[in-house]
């Protein structure tokens, strides 16, 4: 997505404020530096300002969109060289493994059917939950009320 670019209400304000002021009077000058070529100056300077900031976000976005072009060919390319080591060298090597890949022989290998949270012993409060180990058959360990 691209960088949005800037406009400025201020800029736009100050264009229309000088066009009026220049319909009183092109020369207009009303002390200390408020001067209308002044003011104009200063309109040409953020009009050229905010568009060298639009530019430089334009070419931040082709950049960017470059660096992520670069960065799917790298990712590509290193996938492609592992699999060369493992073609060269086969999965279950030494070398396959200084590459960066998990050899053939050392993966986990779970049984099938057998979710892994399963392998792990239950915790205490899941068995209360369940009603094993719960005092007097009630499910939450509470004792049961009597009532007479």
């Not at 000058?29 to 200063?42: E, K, M, R, Y």
């Not at 992520?68 to 090597?93: C, F, I, N, P, W």
């Not at 779970?110 to 399963?118: C, I, M």
Request: charged residues 20%; hydrophobic residues 30%; aromatic residues 4%.
């Amino acid at each position: 997505m691209a960088r949005r670019k800037r406009t400025s209400q201020v800029l736009e304000k100050a264009v229309r404020r000088a066009a009026s002021i220049n319909s009183i009077n092109p020369t207009l000058n009303l002390g200390n530096g408020l001067t209308l070529p002044a003011f104009s100056t200063l309109i040409e300077t953020m009009r050229t300002r905010e568009n060298l900031y639009n530019t430089a976000l334009s070419n931040l976005d082709k950049l960017y969109q470059e660096m992520l072009q670069t960065e799917r060919e790298l990712a590509d390319m290193a996938e492609h060289m592992l699999l060369g080591v493992a073609t060269q060298y086969g999965k279950s090597s030494v070398e396959y493994g200084m590459a960066g890949g998990v050899p053939k022989n050392q993966r986990r290998k779970g049984l099938r059917g057998e979710s892994p949270v399963s392998n792990l012993q239950q915790p205490s409060f899941i068995a209360d939950v369940n009603g094993n180990g719960s005092k007097n058959g009630n499910q939450n360990g509470n004792k049961a009320a009597t009532t007479s």
